[in-house]
């Protein structure tokens, strides 16, 4: 499977983005689907996930603030991120565990740049 991320951009404090990733390939063995980021100088860090049963996990530092979603018959997982904050500034990455061996596979990520 194949991920391409895209949405990412500049932004001022308080506003918001949405970032889109498409997953081509076989998308049938998808287990779960997940955002992560990292900052300059930082480790990759989870944003949010979906799992079975659309089950949501959400990083302390963003809850309340972004919502993970997925269309599967587009095969695309959304990341809606709101109240944006300079220390949200980094490279975000799609994520997804595919196969009976929940292989991690990643896209190539989009960078997200707020600014205060």
């Known amino acids: 499977v194949q991920l391409q991320a895209s949405g990412g951009g500049l932004v001022q404090a308080g506003g918001s983005l949405r970032l889109s990733c498409v997953a081509s390939?076989?998308?049938?063995?998808?287990?779960?689907m997940a955002w992560y980021r990292q900052a300059p100088g930082k480790l990759r860090e989870l944003v949010a996930l979906?799992?079975?049963?659309?089950?949501?996990i959400y990083a302390d530092s963003m809850k309340g603030r972004v919502a993970i979603s997925k269309d599967s018959a587009k095969n695309t997982l959304y990341l809606q991120m709101n109240s944006l904050k300079p220390e949200d500034t980094a490279v975000y990455y799609c994520?997804?565990?595919?196969?009976?061996?929940?292989?991690?596979?990643w896209g190539q990520g989009t960078q997200v740049t707020v600014s205060s």
């Open positions: 979906i799992g079975t049963g659309d089950h949501t």
């Open positions: 994520n997804v565990e595919w196969g009976s061996k929940w292989e991690d596979i």
């Open positions: 390939g076989d998308t049938s063995s998808i287990n779960q």
